[in-house]
Every structure is written in C-alpha cells, then in structure tokens.
DNA sequence: TAGTTTTAAGTTTTT
DNA sequence: CTTAAAACTA
C-alpha cells in the first residue's frame, strides 16, 4: 500500500503528524506531559531536511536544558542523520555563541568570560561596600531579574523589580563595572544579543538570513528578554514554531513568562494552535493523581489529557518515620522488584525537592552497593579548590578580571592582604590599564612585592604555556609537561606551580579531605581541550552553561537515578519515588499563592514522569539542622484524588533501631585489643573495615607516627589511597565488621 | 598578615 | 549538621 507521508511518521498520532507537517504560518503547540513533544520536535527536524530539502544548518531549535539538548540532537539523528548539522542549544548557549561573534559591535571583547551568581555577588561586594551578604544577594538577584525582564538600569519599570531608591545606581555601577572587566553574567547572554539586533539591522538580517526555522521547545519557561530574542531573530519568512505546557511552567522564580504562552498568537499574528492531549507514558491512574494536584491551582489554562495506558496499580503513598527509614524503604523497593528481574536499576528514579536530599540516598546506596547516579548536582563546582584553580584560569584569559584576581592573588597565602588587592584594583579602574600591568609597576611593601611577583611569574607563565612555549628549567618538569595532554598541562603546571597543590595535600591529609582528587578530577576534564587561549575560553563557556560537565562522568548506564525534581524535565522512568513530601520541604512552608502554584505544578512534573508505577513518601521526622524535627505531611498528598492512592498517612510509627551514618555509638570499639603502643593510642588497627561516604568501602593498610600524632593509612576498594590523623577518626571513617 | 577559634546563620529550584 | 563571617591571637 503507498503511503501518502514518509513512513518515519507512521507512528505517530493525526495531531502530532499535523504537527510535524505543518508550515507557513506561525505554531504554537500546546503539549501535555508525556504527550510525545519531543518526537513531535525531533521528527519535525528530520522532516524539514529530508522531505522540504532544508538545510540543517537553517534550523535553529532552542530547549532549556543542556540535557534536553542533547537528547533531542541524538533522537533527531536517528532519524536522519544531517540532523546532526542543525543548531540545538540552549537559549543561553545560543546568546554565548551569538555574543564571541558579535560582541564586538557592542564593545565586548570576544575573549569574555562567564560569570555565575557567586562571582556577581562578589563583585556586587566591591561595589556596596559595608552591605551584608543577604542583602548583596538580595539585590544580585534584582539585577538578574531586571535582565530576565529586558529592563536596563535607566529603565522606568526597574521599580516593579526592586522599588529601593538605590537600585537603580547599584544597577548602574554594576553594569559600569563589569564592561569595564569586559566580562557578562547569565543575563547578558540573552540582553545583549538583543540589544544588538535591534541596533544593527544589518546583523539581524544576516540571521534571518541564516536561520529560516526557530523552534523552542518547553515555551512556558522562556522569559521576557528570550521572547524578545526570538522576536528579532524571526523575520517576515521565518517559519516558527513553540511547544509548551502552562501546567509544567517552573522556574517563573527566575523570570519565566507564562504569559508568552498565552499571548504568542498576538505577537506572532496568524499562528496555528495545535493540541497534543493524549498522553502515552502514564497509566491513567497516575495521570489522575497528578492532574487532581495542579487542578488546584487558579491561574491554568485547563486540559484534557487522555491516558493511552490503562489504569495500573494505584500510586502508593508511604509513610515512614524519618529520611533513613525513607532510603531503607527505597533500597528495599527497588533491590526486591531488580532482584526478581521485574526492572533494572535504571528503571527507577528517586526524586527530591533540594540537592541536599541527595546524601542519604547516595550514603544508603553505596552501603548496600545499589548503582545510582546523582544528576546536576552544583557541588563540584562549589568547592573551594575548583574555585581556586578556575579563578586562575579566568584571570588567564581576561587580567581585568577583578573577580577572579581577588580569588588568586593570594591563594595560598604569599602576603598579599586586602590593603594590597584594593589598592591594585582601585589603581587599573582609574587607569584604565589591567590588572596583571598594575601588578607589574606598583610600589609596594618589600613583602607584599615579593609575593606579588611570584603570582605575575605564574600568570606570565600560564600565558607561555598556552602560546605553546614550554617554558620550564628542569628537565623532569619538562618531560612532565610534554607527557600531559591538552589544557591539563596548563591546568597541571598553574596548580602546582601556585602552590595550591601543596596546600590541598596538606590539608587533606590532617582532614581526610580529598580535595587533590577533585583537583585532579578536574585535571582530567580538561585534557580534552587544546592547551591555547581558545582551548581555555571554551571549557569555561562550557562548565559555566552545563555545570553538569564538571562532575566525575561515572554515567554507568544500569545506575538507580538520583534527581531534583526541576531536573527531571523532558525525562522519563517507568517507576518513580518522590520522596519528601513534608509540609516544609514540599511545598516549602513559606510559599503561598502563585508561588504555592509553582509548588504544585512541580508535584505535576514529577508525578508525570513515571511510566508504570508511582511512589510517594513522606516523614514523620526529619534530620535538619542539627536536630530530628517533627514533619507534618505535604498538602499535596490531602490534594491528591484519594480512589487513585494506595496507602493512607498512619505508618511510620516504628523507632529506627539506630540512625543512619553512624551503625556504632561513638564509643564502641570493637578492637578494643591493640596488640601494640600505636593501635591502642590511636584508636585504629591495621585490618579495621572501615566505610567512607565518600570513597565507599577500604581497610587500615598501616599506622605510624607523625608530628601531629597518629597517621592512619587507608586503601579502599575504588583504590584510592588515603590518609587521616587519628584523632579526626569517627568523623568521616566509620568503622564496621571484622578484620580483613 | 595568617591562621585559629568562636559565633551565628541557614537550606530552595538553574541557565 | 554544615558553612560563613567575625573576633581573636601569634
């Protein structure tokens, strides 16, 4: 039988083809969950290449998320393969790669450097001196806000964002300052390629030249500033094309515009709606219980969605008495069902609210060796010595960077106090000249000058490196260098050579820390780069739109997920545990009215991505602050259509026989015994089983004397090698079992 | 100025 | 419990 259309859309349903079919005018597609967008998206791209004859690389197809655009490129490809030539970013990787090219026109040098909220903070200190840091963070946040909403600090509706007289001169200096760096922050990335299409009509028609098809997948997220974006970059022939959910709309914290969604056929006039509303991923019971949550909320635009699935098991509500027994119940639920071969680990999906949720569940499943990956956590990048190493790359790349050179300068410690940096800072904004030059000529304390120079001679030599001179007297340390791959050498020689490899190793060895590790993990993220100016400035775009990039890329495919719930977007598991559902933690105490209604249309989110059975826990108690605190159960459960709920909200009764994290009391000893001097003084014996939550199972391989007492030596199963001083024991080494 | 000790404060969510 | 800022000492 002949086909009237390609048979790569067989599978899809009449509005999903009529979807994918369509052109002409403006489209806006209104997608429930699971409702199959991303086919629709990805099916289209491929449609447009093979069947229109389009060049990919016309297509620009925008998501918000660095994973979403990942997996939509490689769903794309499968389908036909110069998919892969198209353009899919973020909104924020797009403005990165529209800003190197075209910054210029507006004053911006191509070699710009990211900043992140932190070193916005930072700067905002230098500028409000004599502020507390809440309130720096306070009006960081304003400025971000601003951005979101296409307001500039002469902007007569800054008010609506923060009606603080001084805002509007904090803004002002703000942005003064950071030209002057020649850095931008997030909100820049979509601002100043606006600013620029609107001032240069001649760069706006070479991308409207360029791209003749827009897409943005998940529209409700996309603020005031990226609507203006999209805007310009769609001229008279630019076919258009939105998806989006009012019901999934989550991050209006940080700027997201329902209302684009609602008024796109008025600014894109003649559009197209279509409707997807048959949802394939859920049972139906599972939809119910979700929708039955957002359906409580006001300000919806209303939905049918029409489960494929029939209706399953009922989602079950569990109740527990605090966040041990919570992760005990999960381990328990997920080993059972991959046990008796119903799922495989990667099946399964644990959801939580914060990032620090996380440790519990990662603690638990490494102890009863459960494969788990965490995603998106930030706290790689938190750390003090990745900070440390990457504020020397920044200042690399860019020596007006007082951010990172305030970081740097006297890290560790070389005799450079405040009096010194300030007077260097103050000296180049005067000046004019940056900060490496005034480094070079001030007068300074013999002290102060010897330190300084010891820094200017490790960023002149950074510089070598990266202009491909090899510039080091010994011939090990050169031989070293050689045998390094890409930026790592840069990266290897700056950490060493600053001192801060010193320093760490130091330092983890009194602590058990293991800072030299991370140092050394990042080593490896780099050495894919090329060890230029070039090299350098693309890993740090990179790490600083995907933070995700920088953790250890462990990706072991069979692995339990371990996710926040806004990361969950777009993903899809066949069975899901949402975890924490305490009045407090989800929805947060403090949040009422719209906010509360974010709350629950992220309940919505993480209820729908469960494809065969759903979970939800909540706590009697739970461990915060120091303290077991008396939880009460999250509103949304009272919410949720009880005939499509298993469970009620009785249990957890039972005392957990000993917490979590510390199976001994601190005085237990069970090699009570020590054959010799050494054991018995420092509490260890060579054999002891020990457990890390960091570095999983190990033995006591040695112990011996040092100058701060007794030096415990440990090999774990990963092969790590660590060290620790006695007397730290009990705080990150537990001990457990018998003797090897 | 550097390093240590004390005290206070604080948990969203992410590009 | 952790982290950050402030106060204190060498």
């Given at each position: 039988m002949q086909l009237d259309y390609p048979s790569y859309l067989e599978p899809l349903n009449s509005e999903q083809r009529r979807a994918v079919l369509h052109t002409g005018k403006p489209l806006l597609i209104l997608a429930g969950a699971g409702s199959g967008k991303t086919r629709v998206i990805t099916t289209k791209i491929a449609w447009l290449i093979r069947e229109q004859g389009m060049d990919p690389r016309s297509i620009l197809a925008v998501t918000f998320t660095n994973k979403a655009a990942k997996e939509m490129i490689q769903r794309a490809r499968q389908i036909e393969e110069r998919a892969g030539d198209a353009m899919l970013r973020t909104f924020h990787s797009f403005g990165a790669w529209f800003l190197r090219r075209n910054g210029s026109i507006a004053g911006l040098d191509s070699g710009f450097v990211i900043y992140d909220d932190d070193d916005v903070v930072s700067l905002l200190s230098s500028i409000m001196e004599n502020t507390s840091r809440p309130d720096i963070r306070f009006y960081a946040n304003s400025i971000s806000r601003a951005k979101d909403y296409f307001l500039g600090p002469d902007d007569p509706g800054l008010g609506i964002i923060n009606?603080?007289?001084?805002f509007r001169d904090i803004y002002k200096r703000y942005e003064e300052r950071l030209a002057q760096i020649g850095n931008v922050d997030f909100g820049d990335l979509i601002k100043k390629p606006v600013e620029i299409l609107r001032s240069h009509p001649e760069v706006t028609q070479r991308f409207r030249d360029r791209f003749s098809v827009i897409m943005v997948d998940e529209y409700q997220d996309a603020n005031v500033a990226q609507f203006h974006l999209l805007k310009e970059l769609c001229g008279p022939s630019t076919y258009v094309c939105v998806v989006g959910d009012d019901d999934q709309s989550i991050y209006r914290f940080r700027g997201a515009e329902v209302k684009n969604i609602l008024e796109f056929p008025d600014r894109f006039s003649g559009a197209d709606i279509i409707r997807l509303e048959q949802n394939y991923r859920s049972t139906s019971s599972i939809l119910k219980a979700a929708s039955s949550v957002v359906d409580k909320n006001k300000g919806r635009l209303g939905k049918t969605l029409f489960a494929e699935k029939g209706d399953g098991s009922n989602p079950e509500l569990v109740s527990l008495f605090n966040q041990d027994e919570e992760a005990s119940f999960c381990a328990d639920k997920i080993e059972n069902s991959v046990k008796k071969k119903e799922t495989t680990w990667s099946d399964w999906a644990i959801l939580y609210r914060t990032n620090a949720q996380s440790s519990v569940f990662e603690t638990l499943f490494s102890r009863r060796r459960i494969p788990y990956n965490v995603v998106g956590s930030l706290e790689f990048y938190k750390r003090e010595e990745i900070k440390d190493a990457l504020a020397l790359l920044s200042f690399l790349v860019n020596q007006r960077d007082e951010v990172a050179f305030r970081r740097a300068v006297n890290k560790p410690a070389r005799g450079i106090g405040i009096v010194t940096v300030h007077k260097i800072i103050e000296t180049s904004i005067t000046s004019g000249e940056n900060l490496l030059e005034i480094s070079r000529k001030l007068k300074l304390s013999q002290k102060a000058r010897t330190g300084l120079n010891e820094f200017i001679k490790l960023i002149e030599d950074g510089q070598a490196l990266l202009d491909g001179q090899i510039i080091h007297q010994t011939e090990s340390k050169k031989q070293k260098l050689k045998s390094g791959k890409g930026l790592s050498v840069c990266v290897d020689m700056l950490i060493n050579n600053s001192g801060l490899a010193k320093h760490y190793k130091m330092q983890d060895e009194i602590s058990g820390n293991s800072k030299i590790d991370n140092l050394q993990q990042l080593l490896n993220n780099v050495k894919d780069y090329p060890n230029t100016r070039e090299g350098l400035l693309e890993f740090l775009e990179n790490i600083n739109l995907?933070?995700?990039?920088?953790?250890?890329?462990?990706?072991?495919?069979?692995a339990v997920t371990l996710i926040t719930l806004h990361n969950t977007k777009g993903l899809e598991f066949k069975r899901v545990i949402m975890t924490g559902l305490e009045q407090g933690t989800f929805p947060r105490e403090d949040k009422k009215g719209s906010e509360l209604e974010e709350e629950r249309r992220l309940f919505y989110v993480g209820a729908t991505r469960a494809m065969d059975e759903l979970y939800l826990t909540t706590c009697k108690q739970r461990f915060m602050w120091g303290r077991y605190e008396n939880r009460t159960p999250s509103l949304f459960l009272l919410e949720v259509d009880k005939s499509v709920l298993k469970g009620k909200l009785d249990g957890g009764s039972r005392q957990a026989a000993f917490p979590m994290g510390r199976q001994f009391p601190k005085s237990f000893n069970p090699f009570n015994l020590a054959n010799n001097e050494l054991e018995e003084r420092s509490g260890w014996r060579v054999g002891q089983r020990i457990f890390h939550d960091n570095h999983g199972y190990g033995a006591v391989t040695e112990i011996k004397d040092s100058d701060d007492g007794p030096l415990v030596r440990v090999r774990f199963e990963n092969g790590h090698d660590k060290r620790f001083l006695s007397e730290f024991q009990g705080r990150a080494y537990e001990k457990i079992g018998d003797d090897y």
């Open positions: 009606h603080h007289k001084k995907d933070r995700t990039l920088a953790e250890e890329q462990k990706d072991a495919k069979e």
